[in-house]
């Protein structure tokens, strides 16, 4: 014996076409936003986020990095070019060695976002 099930939508009285009541994120917005919080969508990133930004001048060296998070160099150089390609880390070649900092504004601007995207109007 099989069982169908019919889905018929009907619209209830003021539920559809309620207009906006405040301007949503355009698609370039929201791929940005998405991309950086795809970045921060890995544990290992966000500690290595975190490392940095423990540093002083919340700079780190790539060679301070490989062991608090327990990766090879390779998979921490990995992640951390995430974060650079997703505008949150800054990166600086000095010498053999690469120095990370933080993007001045890029985690309160994401903390901004969620609270426009949240904020009751």
């Keep these: 014996m099989s069982a169908t099930i019919s889905l018929a939508i009907t619209p209830t009285a003021g539920a559809c076409c309620a207009p906006l009541a405040r301007s949503a994120v355009d698609l370039d917005t929201a791929r940005d936003l998405a991309l950086r919080f795809k970045a921060l969508a890995d544990p290992a990133r ?7 930004a423990a540093h002083a001048g919340a700079e780190a060296c790539v060679c301070d990095l490989t062991e608090p998070v327990g990766l090879s160099q390779p998979t ?13 880390l800054r990166r600086e070649k000095r010498g053999r060695w690469s120095y990370y900092s933080l993007v001045p504004g890029a985690l309160s601007d994401l903390g901004a976002a969620l609270d426009e995207t949240a904020a009751p109007s």
């Excluded at 966000?46 to 940095?52: A, G, H, K, N």
């Design 76 to 88: 921490v150089s990995h992640h951390l070019k995430i974060l650079v390609d997703a505008g949150l």
């Design 46 to 52: 966000v500690q290595l986020l975190s490392i940095v």
